[in-house]
């Protein structure tokens, strides 16, 4: 089945880095753009980026933008979004969303979701 | 680019209608035809339940229903029941390739 399967969970202090990877199956990797959504505990969702799996083309929130690096591999057929110079405010689920075929500016298909600590 | 308004919260009996609204701006909800909605579980991931301001993908129950007048975007549940209780997101396109969300909003089924 189509799904979208995420690393786990990871922790770590201000300053520092994480990579969180999103691996595709059950249907064609680079036929659909992939966005990353993330959301800290209680609040709403917040949309961080998209990456196009068939170029590499990206396109990040301007508040976000120097922080965030979405890379795709199509060889395993994964994405990746690395964020950099982790603040406390960074802790949250973050998650992977596929655009939709029909109505690509909607997600239809969601990863588990990865918690990202940043604790001292 | 500003969060989509919604309200915090809404409540409503079984078998009641409930709508909530999405406010955003003329960069946004009210230039694009580009609305969804998200339902959110506790603990799970949100599920699209609307997208394209009015259109319900394959499987999604006919008692959701979404409008747009102006700025403001709708989501109407119609014959609530226990299952609805979650939280419902909306997001807009606003343009450039880029989107934004709303707060969200929590249904209680009392």
């Known amino acids: 089945q189509v799904q979208l399967v995420q690393s786990g969970a990871e922790v770590k202090k201000p300053g520092a880095s994480v990579k969180v990877s999103c691996r595709a199956s059950g249907y064609n990797f680079t036929s659909i753009g992939i966005n990353w959504v993330r959301q800290a505990p209680g609040q709403g969702l917040e949309w961080m980026g998209w990456i196009s799996p068939y170029n590499g083309h990206t396109n990040y929130v301007q508040n976000l933008q120097g922080r965030v690096t979405m890379t795709t591999d199509t060889s395993t057929s994964t994405v990746h979004m690395e964020l950099r110079s982790l603040k406390s405010d960074d802790t949250a689920m973050y998650y992977c969303?596929?655009?939709?075929?029909?109505?690509?500016?909607?997600?239809?298909?969601w990863g588990q979701g990865t918690l990202v600590t940043v604790s001292s | 680019q500003s969060a989509l308004t919604q309200p915090a919260s809404v409540s409503g009996s079984p078998g009641q209608s409930i709508t909530i609204s999405c406010t955003g701006t003329s960069s946004d909800v009210g230039t694009y035809n580009l609305v969804s909605w998200y339902q959110q579980h506790p603990g799970k991931a949100p599920k699209v339940i609307i997208y394209e301001v009015t259109k319900r993908p394959s499987g999604v129950s006919n008692r959701f229903s979404g409008s747009k007048s102006g700025n403001t975007a709708s989501l109407t549940i119609s014959g609530l029941q226990a299952e609805d209780e979650a939280d419902y997101h909306c997001?807009?396109?606003?343009?450039?390739?880029?989107?934004?969300f709303g707060g969200g909003t929590k249904l209680t089924a009392l």
């Open positions: 997001c807009s396109y606003a343009g450039r390739s880029t989107y934004v």
């Open positions: 969303a596929r655009a939709m075929i029909v109505g690509a500016d909607a997600f239809d298909i």
